[in-house]
């Protein structure tokens, strides 16, 4: 046996920290100011972003969307239009699907503040060179699907013709707001392929 050593000083004594002196945040604290944050900036950028800009994207995503449709129905089938035929006041455009059987899919849409030109044949870029034709409700844009899915005759009324290397449908004159549509009858986004 040891004299003079206590059990005591085998292990140093514990220091007991107190909640007091601890600096930081928790967990909970960060999540709720970066919610905060994230809200906060989300109404701030919806101020600074034009309602023209939110239009266009919608208008071309649902001018692609219907156009495929329109598309896939004329595969093996009789011929399918797609209409893009704005109102009389211009405030809205409808899209339409139709066959000889008459229109079996239609789509009415905001267009406030949205410049819609269109033309075949052209495929320079939207911003370099706009659609020839301005697309109205006197002159609507008509799309017409081959059994095959290929183009028929389209075109803005007053100018519709043969298809041989690109139908372009020009948004507010932008290049990521346009609509491409090769020969094959492919719809999509940007500027057409040259």
């Not at 449908?169 to 492919?186: E, L, R, T």
């Amino acid at each position: 046996m040891m004299r003079g050593f206590l059990p005591t000083q085998l292990h140093p004594p514990m220091l007991s920290v107190s909640t007091a002196t601890m600096k930081g945040f928790t967990l909970v604290e960060l999540i709720l100011v970066i919610l905060v944050l994230g809200i906060i900036s989300a109404v701030t950028i919806s101020r600074f972003i034009s309602g023209n800009a939110f239009n266009a994207t919608v208008l071309r995503d649902q001018i692609v969307s219907v156009a495929r449709s329109a598309q896939q129905s004329a595969l093996g089938r009789d011929s399918v239009t797609f209409t893009l035929t704005p109102s009389p006041a211009g405030d809205e455009v409808v899209l339409e699907n139709s066959d000889a059987g008459g229109s079996f899919e239609s789509y009415t849409l905001r267009l406030d503040t949205v410049a819609l030109r269109g033309d075949i044949n052209t495929t320079d870029s939207c911003e370099t060179t706009p659609g020839a034709d301005p697309i109205s409700n006197a002159n609507p844009l008509s799309v017409s699907f081959v059994a095959l899915g290929d183009l028929g005759v389209s075109g803005v009324t007053g100018s519709t013709g043969n298809v041989n290397s690109a139908l372009r449908v020009c948004i507010d004159g932008s290049a990521q707001a346009s609509v491409c549509f090769s020969p094959s009858g492919f719809a999509y986004t940007g500027d057409c392929d040259g």
